[in-house]
Structure formats: C-alpha cells, structure tokens
C-alpha cells in the first residue's frame, strides 16, 4: 500500500499568523516529500540484503534507520495539521478537564508546551501516557527520538526552522503564538476521545 499525502481540512490562506506561503511549502513540499521518501523506502526493503545486516553499516540498516526517519515525518506532520485551522482559545470538555488535573491549569499547560516548543530542534508533542494515566508534552529534537513507546500524541508543535522562518524569522516565541491562535481544540479533543 502506498501512502498518500493527505489534504488539509482548511484553507491554505486561512490561519491567522501563519501565511499561505509558509503553508505551501511546509505541506506541498517538506511534508509531501517525507510521504513520498517512506514509499520510496517501503518500495526497496523487500529487495535489500539481510544477510549483509549488521550494526556498523549495511543497506538494510540505513533502510530501516530512514524508515522510522521518513515515517515519523509525515505522521507528526498530518497530526500537526490536523490540529490547526481552529478558533484557538482554550479547550472544554474532558480535555479541559484532563488538562487541568495533569497540568494544574490550562495556562500552566500552555506554559509547559511553549517551553518544551522553544528547547526543542524539531517538535513539541503532547501525548497521554496510559503508563501513568497523564497527559505529557515530550520534547521530540528529531522525527524518529523523543517519542515514548505506547504513548497516543493529541497535538504536535512543528518547532523546525521550516515551520516559521519565512513568518517570523527567528523570533519562535511569537509563531508558538500564531500556533495557539490556530488550533482546533476540537480535533484535540477527538484525539483525547480515542485513548
């Protein structure tokens, strides 16, 4: 099965602080081109070596390696798109209510993300952790490192140059605010829902 570049649910041209331009790009082409580097991959696997497997260096370890690579790409950025287009603000429900008890208060969650945003390289991911029955914002410096085996991701901050540069330049702090002012914390919350 091939995978496929998903569609956004909203209009390139309709988050507040984040441009058309930075979306085409981040989508059509970062995010397409990890798409099509996982189907590539996939596509070469069956007909690699195993024999010559082995932890230094072989063509099916740099294969797998740029698998999880490629994959976590695109899955991180189809979670971080679907959370967006949304009126930002402040989430209700059981989410607002699981925030509040994990968290202390919704501000102190928004507190902890922002600061998990700005020491991040690549990604901020808020997850639930059925090990501990909490919601946890994880520090992700690379696609495939920082994610928690068996955890389920809500909502992903792409905290990666390519997200903001041609918006903001280097100023992170204000797109990690453009980024709230756009999440739908009703696909958050479906997220919530599924765990």
């Known amino acids: 099965m091939a995978f496929e570049v998903k569609d956004l649910l909203w209009a390139k041209d309709a988050l507040r602080g984040i441009s058309e331009q930075t979306i085409e790009t981040h989508h059509d ?18 007909g690699v070596d195993r024999s010559a497997a082995n932890q230094a260096y072989s063509a099916y370890r740099a294969l797998k390696l740029e698998e ?11 979670l971080y798109f679907d959370i967006l287009g949304g009126p930002g603000g402040a989430p209700t429900g059981s989410l607002a209510d699981k925030i509040n008890a994990d968290f202390g208060s919704f501000e102190a969650f928004v507190e902890d993300l922002t600061a998990c945003g700005m020491a991040a390289r690549g990604w901020a991911v808020t997850a639930y952790d059925p090990s501990d029955g909490k919601l946890h914002n994880f520090l992700c410096d690379v696609h495939n490192q920082g994610g928690v085996w068996g955890t389920v991701p809500l909502m992903a901050l792409d905290t990666y140059e390519h997200a903001y540069f041609m918006d903001y330049g280097s100023d992170r702090p204000a797109y990690i605010q453009a980024f709230f002012d756009n ?13």
């Not at 970062?30 to 696997?45: C, D, F, P, T």
């Open 68 to 78: 999880t690579f490629s994959a976590d790409g695109a899955i991180l950025h189809e």
């Open 29 to 46: 082409k970062l995010y397409a081109g990890y798409v099509n580097k996982r189907n590539e991959i996939e596509s070469l696997l069956p």
């Open 183 to 195: 999440v739908n914390w009703d696909k958050v919350q479906e997220n919530f829902d599924s765990v």
